[in-house]
């Protein structure tokens, strides 16, 4: 009988040590597969970092409005959280210290001269003659002599988002440098090639504002790169405004209606497909047009701050389902890992390499073996021979 009793419980026992393993694996299983959903949920943005390339190619004092347009840009991504060391301003001409400025030392993109765009805090990378084509080349394709600066450098990298904006006079395919020399829609499709093979950006924002800007972007073939100009081909660019005061035009109109729509909405709830809906011919005077084939996402998913600003973005993940460890694994100092999994941010603590058998001692398990224990002694008192009679 007491036999009987004992293979009972052994069987109990071993039964009780399956089922405890069996739900260690399903649990761990399932939370394995909880944080993988999370994980990618939260990295879904796949940059990291963003850049700004500003460039004015014009010169001379009655283009002081594409000084104006790239100015107004760097003070948006500024405010919007891009620092100047990730910013490659670069203006052809110093107009705020023309002879013919009145207004010495400020630039305005309004008659009403209520910000000055030039201030103190402005870091200009290449100015005057510095602009050219071959610099410009230079600055997107990493290609610098050894001399150059760190602060002349786009140190971007494969996760890095960059807006790059131009302004300047332009006609079909192409893009005046100082009125001498010319880049080319071919010139510009190359250099983003070279970028994308030697894992220089993750994503591209280029914006245009000159004559016939829709014209640039024509022969781009790289990807993740999405084109928005001021004009179709045959259009001119117009000027907003003027100042009579310094009597020419102060911005061009794509330029005032972008910056008057990030100072009128929240740009941390706006997405790019709201932005580009906003240009209207009736404003423009000409056909703002974008192109993007060449992008993956979808514009109305797309926020304006992963090119206009240096946003990181949190996601809230869902409760996980109860579990306390993962199953370890082994790093390449073959030291194992072990996830403990809560309500708060994941830790991870790094253990001596050893079995990881806790879980399965549990209420369950203890009653048994206590159970088992002493029926093994009760079987033992019984089964004691009787002593010799003397």
């Known amino acids: 009988m007491l036999k009987n009793i004992t293979l009972i419980l052994l069987l109990l026992l071993c039964t009780s040590t399956t089922t405890e393993a069996q739900k260690y694996q399903n649990v761990n299983a399932n939370s394995g ?11 879904r943005g796949q940059h990291t970092n963003n850049w700004a390339v500003l460039v004015c190619t014009s010169r001379f004092w009655f283009n002081y409005r594409h000084i104006a347009n790239v100015l107004g840009f760097y003070r948006t991504v500024k405010r919007l959280g891009i620092p100047d060391s990730q910013i490659i301003l670069m203006l052809a001409d110093d107009m705020a210290c023309n002879p013919r400025n009145s207004y010495a030392g400020s630039i305005f993109n309004n008659e009403n001269h209520r910000l000055n765009l030039y201030g103190d805090n402005i870091e200009v990378d290449y100015r005057g003659y510095e602009v050219n084509v071959e ?10 002599e050894p001399e150059v600066a760190r602060s002349k450098r786009l140190l971007t990298d494969e996760k890095s988002n960059i807006l790059i904006f131009l302004t300047g006079h332009g006609g ?23 970028m994308w093979e030697k894992k220089r950006y993750n994503e591209i924002l280029f914006m245009v504002d000159t004559c016939q800007a829709n014209t640039l972007y024509k022969r781009f073939d790289s990807p993740n790169i999405l084109a928005i100009g001021s004009s179709r081909q045959g259009e001119n660019s117009y000027s907003h405004h003027s100042d ?40 423009l005077n000409s056909h703002s047009e974008y192109r993007f084939d060449l992008f993956k996402r979808k514009l109305d998913q797309v926020p304006v701050t992963d090119f206009f600003g240096s946003v990181m973005r949190a996601d809230i993940t869902p409760p996980i389902p109860d579990a306390s460890v993962v199953p370890p694994t082994k790093n390449e100092n073959n030291n194992e890992l072990t996830f403990v999994i809560s309500e708060k941010p994941i830790t991870i603590d790094t253990k001596e390499t050893g079995s990881n ?8 398990f203890l009653t048994a073996f206590i159970a088992f ?18």
Do not use: C, W
Not at 136 to 144: A, M, N, Q, S
Not at 373 to 390: D, G, R
């Open 373 to 390: 224990f002493v029926f093994f002694l009760i079987l033992s008192f019984t089964t004691t021979p009787a002593s010799p009679k003397k």
């Open 135 to 144: 610099n410009f080349i230079r600055v997107l394709t990493g290609r610098h």
């Open 357 to 364: 058998l806790l879980p399965m001692f549990n209420n369950n």
């Open 33 to 43: 597969e909880a944080i993988n959903k999370n994980v990618e949920h939260f990295f």
């Open 172 to 194: 079909d395919e192409f893009l005046k440098f100082q009125d001498n020399e010319e880049i080319s829609s071919y010139d510009l499709s190359d250099a983003f090639k070279q």
């Open 244 to 283: 009579q005061e310094l009597g020419l035009a102060v911005i061009d109109r794509f330029t005032y209606y972008t910056l008057d729509y990030f100072e009128n909405v929240d740009p941390h709830n706006v997405t790019l497909l709201q932005l580009f809906s906003s240009y209207s011919p009736q404003k």
